[in-house]
T-cell receptor, first 113, second 114 residues
């Protein structure tokens, strides 16, 4: 799996957009960018994934640069409940036999009132 | 609620003992994954099963074993427990195959070895 680089921590004011960056300069053509988050000691929660187009769902938006070497997860209106560690992971979506997720240290996002 | 269930929530045991952690995947998911999260190692992949067969192995110790049953639930067996095995153990499931591999995690089992 390609490696990712994320800032260790970020702060955001409640109600504002939280923009979480991720660098994945060695990403391969068949690898997707996945985002998960983990609220304190709970199981990681899937947020969103994308290949090269920008993606949006009810939780977040994912912006992937044209060269696919970096991406940004956007939480449009952060709430206190969004305080969590956010993990950016790159891996193939399907095909092959090993679908494990390789978690790095992630970014601790703290949403402040 | 991800739809993945794990039992028990908490487990306290002594060194040298053996325990079994249980996971029920989301309805229809064929793949089950086990992860370990300790303070010093972070979240680490242990093993994956797909429709009853072992598919991939990660950093799983020889003292640990797993299996997936015909009803697709899975068990992780940890034996000869050591203090360092104290961790959160998560199970995840995904549809597998062409159904995509977004993984959905259970709430975890917190294992404390005294």
């Amino acid at each position: 799996d390609a490696k990712t680089t994320q800032p260790p921590s970020m702060d955001c004011a409640e109600g504002r957009a939280a923009n979480l960056p991720c660098n994945h300069s060695t990403i391969s053509g068949n690898e997707y960018v996945y985002w998960y988050r983990q609220i304190h000691s709970q199981g990681p929660q899937y947020i969103i994934h994308g290949l090269k187009n920008n993606e949006t769902n009810e939780m977040a938006s994912l912006i992937i640069t044209e060269d696919r070497k970096s991406s940004t997860l956007i939480l449009p209106h952060a709430t206190l409940r969004d305080t969590a560690v956010y993990y950016c992971i790159v891996r193939p979506r399907s095909g092959g036999s090993n679908y494990k997720l390789t978690f790095g240290k992630g970014t601790l996002l703290t949403v402040n009132p | 609620d991800s739809g993945v269930t794990q039992t028990p929530k908490h487990l306290i045991t002594a060194t040298g003992q053996r325990v079994t952690l249980r996971c029920s995947p989301r309805s229809g998911d064929l793949s089950v994954y086990w992860y370990q999260q300790s303070l010093d190692q972070g979240l680490q992949f242990l093993i994956q099963y797909y429709n009853g067969e072992e598919r991939a192995k990660g950093n799983i110790l020889e003292r640990f074993s797993a299996q997936q049953f015909p009803d697709l639930h899975s068990e992780l067996n940890l034996s000869s427990l050591e203090l360092g095995d104290s961790a959160l153990y998560f199970c995840a499931s995904s549809p597998g195959g062409s159904g995509g591999n977004e993984q959905f995690f259970g709430p975890g089992t917190r294992l404390t070895v005294l």
